[in-house]
């Protein structure tokens, strides 16, 4: 994560902690990223050198104006204005990253080969959430190559249970012994 979007993504969580409306915008923030996410050249608009400034400000106020909270249009068109747009998923997830660490939130990932059913998952959450006593958002990516089991990432560690590492550990032992 750059500077820039540390910077920014401070400077929005500490506003909307302040004003108590980090919830609020937290949860606009998804739809934000949505929106991006799902119409790439709106992004690529914002970003576009050619179109003047005040022309790009004017096509964040009309989509978003009435649609989120003043504090996050502001932010979005003072990253247009700054030129810092680009930074923008960056400058959310710090904000997403602060808001978390506040409300004592986990946000985890379960690694497996197949998807887990829901029950499962929520399982998983509910472990996860008596082991580190915080409320655990998890989430599930699939990595064919895990082969089977799970591996749960979250705060920088992997709690590895998959059937490529037990293989990965066997062959270890294997070639480290003498016969």
Do not use: W
């Not at 989430?139 to 895990?146: I, L």
């Amino acid at each position: 994560m750059t500077h820039i979007a540390q910077n920014y993504g401070d400077a929005l969580y500490d506003l909307a902690r302040d004003e108590g409306v980090s919830e609020e915008i937290q949860n606009e923030v998804k739809g934000v990223l949505e929106l991006f996410s799902e119409n790439p050249d709106y992004l690529r608009l914002l970003r576009a050198a050619n179109l003047p400034q005040g022309e790009r400000v004017q096509i964040l106020d009309e989509a978003f104006s009435g649609r989120v909270h003043p504090y996050l249009l502001n932010f979005l068109k003072l990253l247009v204005e700054r030129g810092h747009v680009g930074e923008l998923r960056y400058c959310f997830r710090r904000f997403r990253s602060r808001y978390c660490a506040d409300h004592g939130i986990l946000e985890a990932m379960a690694v497996t080969a197949v998807p887990l059913r829901e029950e499962l998952l929520a399982k998983l959450a509910r472990q996860l959430s008596e082991r580190t006593g915080k409320k655990v958002e998890l989430r599930n990516r699939v990595e064919p190559s895990v082969l089977g089991g799970v591996r749960l990432e979250y705060e920088g560690q992997a709690l590895d249970g998959t059937l490529r590492q037990r293989l990965a550990g066997i062959e270890k032992t294997l070639s480290e012994t003498v016969l």
